[in-house]
């Protein structure tokens, strides 16, 4: 190579900002604001959109079009102009009458002269579920061995019992009819760039101090793109997570996932004042959440009065307020069950009413308050 680790090193600080961006294991969101005020990222969008301008990146994809007419090319880096994404050139090659599903990526820095070649591939295996989503408003995982008779209608269903999971692997190893194409074009791109390879034991080595995509850096990820998994996945051992509709569950788990809805929903009401506060202030207008909860099927009395008592609100809003009456109502409901079986009927048209009175897409809406029932 006609650099050492260390000289590479170099050449990353002057486009990624050390000590900047570290995620915090408390946040559900990267804040890049600060990074994108500082010089080394101010240079990397300029190199971006100077590359963009090169008419040689734009030249060697018309040369390998003539040459591999037969081959779809794909120019990744549509995105060069506007000085976003990536430290590289990027295309793909999507082989003719592949057996598989592959793709030959390929990676050209501009910030030092080194490319990158690999194969995409995704493979299909069948294996038992490891699990089960429910889509109710909040997404509720249930594990395998939950589900029986008193959850699912039809215990029979073939969905429960094995699933299609997808292996995706990134590997420099390339297949006997991937070799010719990919060297033509490495040609191309060593005569036209004057770079050469970049092994996966130089590419794949840790960049201290600096954070991409909430993870510790690569020499990868700052010279080409922080989209590709550079280290190999070991083959999947689970089966896929399966999404079951609430048409296939019996009334008495809809019912149990109606009651925790609306649960989780109170607490989520109470809780999101302080989350927000904590977002940088480009961030609170336009977010998004996305709520998961994992249940065995089965109301617990103790657990849900003890998360209920745990619930406190954080400012003193209209919607605040109504979400600590709506706990009250709930707690009471709660406290008042024998906690056997399966939820009162009572408790279940308590949480029918209060959801349909304030409908989940409305929860992240800061301007919007359901009326008081």
């Not at 408003?137 to 029986?148: E, K, M, T, V």
């Not at 209920?308 to 706990?327: G, I, V, Y």
Request: proline share 9%; aromatic share 10%.
């Amino acid at each position: 190579m006609k650099h050492t680790v260390g000289q590479l090193l170099e050449v990353v600080y002057r486009y990624f900002p050390r000590g900047i961006g570290r995620p915090d294991p408390n946040q559900f969101w990267q804040d890049d604001s600060q990074r994108e005020q500082t010089e080394e990222h101010a240079r990397l969008v300029a190199a971006r959109i100077q590359a963009s301008k090169d008419e040689r990146w734009h030249a060697m994809r018309r040369r390998i079009s003539e040459r591999f007419p037969d081959v779809l090319l794909m120019n990744r880096s549509l995105h060069l102009p506007a000085g976003a994404c990536d430290a590289c050139y990027s295309f793909t090659v999507d082989l003719p009458n592949a057996p598989d599903r592959r793709t030959l990526w390929f990676h050209v820095s501009f910030l030092a002269p080194y490319y990158v070649v690999y194969s995409y591939r995704m493979t299909d295996f069948v294996r038992p579920p490891a699990g089960f989503v429910v889509p109710y408003g909040i997404n509720f995982s249930i594990p395998r061995s939950a589900l029986g008779p008193d959850l699912v209608l039809n215990p029979y269903d073939e969905r429960l019992h094995s699933a299609t999971v997808t292996r995706h692997e990134l590997t420099f190893d390339l297949a006997p009819d991937e070799r010719p194409y990919a060297t033509w074009i490495a040609h191309d791109i060593e005569s036209t760039f004057g770079c050469e390879p970049m092994p996966p034991e130089v590419g794949t080595t840790l960049v201290p101090g600096v954070v991409v995509g909430m993870r510790g850096a690569t020499l990868y990820d700052c010279l080409f793109t922080i989209d590709s998994q550079w280290v190999e996945p070991s083959p999947p051992e689970r089966g896929a997570v399966v999404t079951l509709e609430p048409s296939s569950l019996t009334a008495r788990f809809i019912g149990v996932l109606t009651v925790l809805q609306a649960h989780y929903q109170i607490g989520i009401l109470l809780d999101l004042p302080r989350m927000i506060q904590q977002m940088p202030e480009p961030y609170r207008q336009s977010f998004g959440l996305y709520w998961s909860a994992s249940t065995d099927g089965f109301l617990h009395k103790d657990k849900m009065l003890e998360e209920l008592a745990r619930m406190r609100p954080h400012d003193e809003s209209p919607k605040t307020l109504r979400a600590m009456a709506a706990k009250r109502e709930l707690e009471a409901l709660v406290a008042s069950w024998d906690g056997e079986g399966e939820p009162p009927a009572a408790m279940v048209a308590w949480a029918s009413s209060f959801l349909a009175s304030w409908p989940v897409d409305s929860v992240a809406d800061l301007r919007a308050d359901p009326p008081m029932t």
